[in-house]
């Protein structure tokens, strides 16, 4: 199983806000990234993964984890809400990009 073309799009719309966006499929899922920074994957099962180390400061709870990376889960109600995801991907990248 491989993500879709849909599963992309809708992705790439739930966190247009965020500005430049690109993606990059492999290994059947894809990456998203914001200015050259991978903030979140898509699994082939087309589940969204945001990248943190701290998801309960993210999320306010633990969420699935990507294997053992530190990606982890969007829960539902923030994938309804593309304001709630941008704003827990703008936090994402911060703390990705903080030295």
């Known amino acids: ?3 879709s073309d849909g599963d992309i799009a809708f992705a ?3 966190f247009s806000d965020l500005g430049s966006l690109t993606t990059r499929k492999m290994f059947g899922g894809m990456c998203l990234y914001h200015n050259g920074t991978v903030f979140a994957l898509m699994s082939s099962d087309g589940r969204l993964y945001l990248k943190t180390k701290t998801p309960e400061e993210l999320f ?3 969420t699935d984890q990507f294997h053992n990376m530190p990606y982890f889960a969007v829960p539902e109600e923030v994938l309804d809400d593309p304001t ?3 704003a827990h ?3 994402a ?5 903080a030295p």
Do not use: E, Q
């Not at 990248?93 to 990009?97: G, H, Q």
């Open 60 to 62: 306010g709870a633990t």
């Open 1 to 3: 199983m491989s993500v």
């Open 12 to 14: 790439v719309d739930l």
């Open 89 to 91: 991907a703008r936090s």
């Open 93 to 97: 990248i911060s703390a990705l990009l």
């Open 84 to 86: 709630h995801a941008c």
